[in-house]
C-alpha cells in the first residue's frame, strides 16, 4: 500500500482474520494492525474489540487513532515514526568493544583475527562462569 510516508506491505489475509476475529498463535505487524483497526472503525467495533482482534492495548490503539475519525495516513505516519526512532537506536553500543572481554574476543572470532591474551583470558573466565552457573549473564567483563 502506498503511502505519503512510503510503501506499506500488507498481508491482506492476515488482515481478514484479525478483523474476523480469527487471530489465534501470531501476531500483526504494526501497519497490518493499524489497516485492520482502521477497517474496523468504519465498522463501528468498540475500541476494547479492536484492540483484543489486532493484540495491541487499548492505551497503544488510543495513540494511534485518537479519535473515531482519524485518517489511516495519519495513524501509519505516527507507527512508522516510532519504529524508525527505535531501530535508530538499536543495535548501537553506548561505547565500543574492548579487548580482554568476551564481546571482545567474539569481536575476534567475527573477523576472523587471532585471539588476543587478554581476550583469551576473558573468555576463559566466561567459561568458568557458565559453567557454575548456567548463564554468562554476570560474567566478569575483564579477566583479572
Same mark, same amino acid.
Given at each position: 500500500?502506498?503511502?505519503?510516508?512510503?510503501?506499506?506491505?500488507?498481508?491482506?489475509?492476515?488482515?481478514?482474520?484479525?478483523?474476523?476475529?480469527?487471530?489465534?498463535?501470531?501476531?500483526?505487524?504494526?501497519?497490518?494492525?493499524?489497516?485492520?483497526?482502521?477497517?474496523?472503525?468504519?465498522? @463501528?467495533?468498540?475500541? +476494547?474489540? &479492536?484492540?483484543? =482482534?489486532?493484540?495491541? *492495548?487499548? #492505551? !497503544?490503539?488510543?495513540?494511534?487513532?485518537?479519535?473515531?475519525?482519524?485518517?489511516? @495516513?495519519?495513524?501509519? +505516519?505516527? &507507527?512508522?515514526? =516510532?519504529?524508525?526512532? *527505535?531501530? #535508530? !537506536?538499536?543495535?548501537?553500543?553506548?561505547?565500543?568493544?574492548?579487548?580482554?572481554?568476551?564481546?571482545?574476543?567474539?569481536?575476534?572470532?567475527? =573477523?576472523?583475527?587471532?585471539?588476543?591474551?587478554?581476550?583469551?583470558?576473558?573468555?576463559?573466565?566466561?567459561?568458568?562462569?557458565?559453567?557454575?552457573?548456567?548463564?554468562?549473564?554476570?560474567?566478569?567483563?575483564?579477566?583479572?
Amino acid at each position: 500500500m502506498a503511502t505519503a510516508a512510503g510503501l506499506v506491505c500488507l498481508d491482506l489475509v492476515a488482515v481478514e482474520l484479525a478483523a474476523n476475529g480469527l487471530r489465534k498463535g501470531w501476531t500483526l505487524t504494526s501497519s497490518e494492525a493499524a489497516y485492520t483497526a482502521d477497517l474496523l472503525f468504519q465498522r @463501528g467495533v468498540d475500541y +476494547s474489540v &479492536i484492540a483484543h =482482534r489486532i493484540g495491541v *492495548s487499548g #492505551a !497503544t490503539l488510543r495513540k494511534w487513532f485518537p479519535t473515531d475519525d482519524t485518517p489511516l @495516513g495519519e495513524a501509519l +505516519s505516527r &507507527i512508522r515514526t =516510532r519504529s524508525e526512532a *527505535s531501530r #535508530a !537506536t538499536s543495535g548501537q553500543r553506548l561505547e565500543p568493544i574492548r579487548c580482554g572481554t568476551l564481546p571482545g574476543y567474539r569481536r575476534h572470532q567475527r =573477523r576472523k583475527e587471532p585471539q588476543c591474551e587478554a581476550c583469551r583470558r576473558a573468555r576463559h573466565a566466561a567459561d568458568r562462569h557458565f559453567k557454575e552457573h548456567g548463564t554468562y549473564i554476570g560474567a566478569p567483563e575483564v579477566a583479572s
